[in-house]
């Protein structure tokens, strides 16, 4: 391996001037590793953007395949694997960034399709993640709550065992925590991208803004509900909505962000006193949006994706010291009690939450000092201080130890186990296979042979 090792990002989401979480995270992380060492980033699906200190490029499947060899470590987000199955063998270290408990966001994000569909998109999501966490040689979560489930799953596949628990007992050099970060400049507005621009909102009008888009697992009929009650009260309140379409076109509008608009139409507050950015805000603009906030707000359903969720626009928030009204139940809440960043409210609780909006909206001493407590915080959350433990491991890589010693994960066995199972099942008159069950036996079957 060279004294300078090659790292090599991937992410399937789209990078160019209107990106969505994942892009941003692959983006920051490679001006981060760009600062120590050689980078390369690169999208599976299209990008425009170029930047001095390293190369971003968009290959397909065949055209990544020169990029492994360039690489001594490759850093990957989102389904890399399942779609470039040559990877898995790749002699490289490879790096697995679950920031991003997908399993979770599925339970929510398959409600609306058939029941056979849903289980086998819900167990295709799960055996990606497993394949990733089965391979990886290094992998990094998002918050220490996110590490403790990840870890149960790590166990579950067989990943926490005598050689790795044996090489280190804390398991940091197998799964560490770098969170989503805040960017290192400060924010700079160039022009007004809300107050006194956007029609129907005038300059001196108090906005509260939602910094991303609207997906299924979130809960903005509560907080448009709220908004209704508020503005009775005071006619100068603003709900403004960041985005709705997402940069990525493989992603579609969620049926949650159509639910909104209907409900504020339906309680005739549409284009008065909420507004829809149909857009994407781009990357290097979102300041003159975030600048033109007075509270930024993020509200969500009480469920298991919010339990372990970690809610990348709230970073936009801190960057833009704006203080922040959430819904309890997921890490930044805590992070917004205990560092006194805001006010938390409960799931689906329309009287709190307008009371926390008023509250910060209104007192402007409040509001102030508030502010001055977030600009506080998130110096400690600069993407060049989160990022030390993955900065630290690619500077210095290594193969997993038990991967080193060619131990085998337990899911293998697993997997013949079940896969016997089924078939006595398959066999047995008293029994009869659905479809989700012969799907997910079929696959099992697949994954079976590719092992073999």
Excluded at 222 to 235: D, M
Aim: glycine share 6%; hydrophobic share 40%.
């Amino acid at each position: 391996m060279s004294p300078s090792p090659n790292i090599l990002i991937v992410t399937a989401d789209s990078l160019g001037k209107r990106m969505a979480g994942p892009a941003i995270r692959a983006f920051e992380i490679a001006k981060a590793l760009s600062k120590v060492t050689s980078v390369r980033l690169i999208s599976t699906s299209s990008s425009s953007l170029d930047h001095p200190d390293f190369e971003v490029l968009h290959a397909t499947t065949a055209e990544l395949r020169a990029h492994e060899r360039w690489a001594d470590v490759v850093v990957f987000q989102g389904h890399l694997l399942a779609s470039v199955p040559w990877m898995k063998n790749s002699s490289k270290i490879i790096v697995a960034d679950i920031y991003d408990p997908m399993h979770l966001e599925q339970l929510e994000q398959g409600k609306e399709l058939p029941t056979d569909e849903r289980f086998l998109e819900s167990a295709s999501v799960l055996g990606v993640l497993n394949e990733q966490i089965e391979r990886a040689d290094f992998m990094v979560c998002a918050s220490d709550k996110q590490r403790d489930f990840w870890l149960g799953q790590l166990a579950a596949v067989g990943r926490v065992n005598p050689a790795t628990y044996d090489d280190d007992a804390s398991l940091r050099s197998l799964l560490d925590v770098v969170p989503f970060g805040v960017e290192d400049a400060a924010p700079v507005q160039r022009t007004h991208g809300i107050k006194g621009t956007v029609p129907g909102i005038g300059p001196n009008d108090k906005v509260v803004i939602w910094g991303g888009g609207i997906y299924n697992w979130f809960d903005p009929l509560t907080l448009i509900r709220a908004i209704h009650g508020l503005s009775s009260r005071r006619p100068d309140v603003r709900l403004f909505f960041l985005g709705v379409k997402h940069p990525n076109p493989d992603v579609p509008t969620m049926k949650m962000a159509f639910q909104a608009r209907e409900l504020a139409k339906e309680l005739g507050l549409l284009d008065s006193v909420v507004f829809f950015n149909e857009g994407w805000v781009p990357y290097e603009e979102r300041a003159d949006y975030l600048l033109d906030a007075d509270v930024g707000v993020s509200t969500h359903l009480d469920h298991l994706e919010t339990a372990y969720s970690f809610r990348t626009r709230i970073l936009d928030y801190l960057w833009a010291s704006l203080p922040i009204v959430s819904t309890t139940g997921d890490t930044f809440a805590e992070i917004v009690t205990k560092n006194d960043l805001g006010r938390t409210v409960p799931p689906e609780d329309v009287t709190a939450l307008e009371r926390a909006l008023e509250d910060l909206l209104y007192d402007d001493a409040e509001r102030l000092r508030i502010a001055g407590r977030v600009g506080e915080f998130s110096q400690t959350m600069k993407w060049a201080v989160v990022l030390q433990p993955l900065i630290a491991f690619c500077l210095n890589p290594r193969q997993a130890t038990d991967r080193a010693l060619g131990i085998e994960p337990a899911s293998s066995f697993q997997v013949r186990r079940l896969t016997t199972r089924v078939q006595g099942m398959e066999a047995s008159s008293s029994w009869r296979l659905t479809a989700p069950l012969r799907a997910m036996s079929d696959m099992i079957r697949a994954v079976r042979g590719r092992r073999s």
